[in-house]
């Protein structure tokens, strides 16, 4: 019901077993609006965060959260929750770790081994201000996205990819 309510991310299904398994695992979701990331819309639409009482990660409430969103995302931390990706692309510079950065992965449907621009979660980075993450290939790609066939082109690229997850 969430997944077709929210259209929340597959790897959310089995990141829930996961953490089934292993309570209390921690998930780098960065602060934003509802209208800008699933997993957001899905916590304001079906749950309510808190602080953890012993820490400083954010956690479900039980009391104020559904039954299904305690299924998928019950068993997780969040403690990053409440920083935006600027502030905390302004962490990793003062922590040094501009590398990583270099490696991490976000898009669902790579192009050249590279990010695409043209799926969900390319586009929220673009739109945070972390376009410095995706090829300069990419972002012309976001910026034509509507008027090419580029989207005809990642909508079937998007179903073949589904279709063997
Ligand atoms: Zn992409």
Not at 38 to 55: F, V
Not at 65 to 72: A, F, G, P, V
Not at 93 to 119: A, Q, R, S
Request: proline fraction near 5%; include cysteine; charged fraction near 30%.
């Amino acid at each position: 019901m969430i997944k077709k309510d929210t259209n929340l991310g597959s790897q959310h299904e089995w990141l829930a077993r996961l953490a089934y398994t292993e309570p209390g695992m921690e998930i780098g979701t960065e602060a934003s609006t509802p209208e800008t990331t699933r997993i957001m819309a899905t916590i304001h639409k079906y749950g309510k965060l808190i602080k953890e009482r012993d820490g400083d990660c954010y956690i479900l409430d039980p009391e104020n959260s559904s039954k299904e969103i305690m299924l998928i995302l019950g068993n997780f931390k969040f403690p990053i929750i409440d920083k935006t990706e600027l502030e905390m692309k302004r962490n990793i510079e003062l922590w040094g770790y501009e590398d990583v950065m270099e490696n991490i992965w976000f898009c669902h449907t790579p192009i050249y081994g590279k990010p695409c621009g043209l799926c969900h979660p390319c586009a929220v980075k673009i739109k945070s201000g972390m376009d410095f993450l995706l090829p300069k290939s990419a972002l012309k790609r976001y910026g034509r996205k509507d008027k090419t066939p580029y989207n005809v082109i990642y909508k079937l690229k998007r179903r073949i990819s589904q279709y063997f997850i």
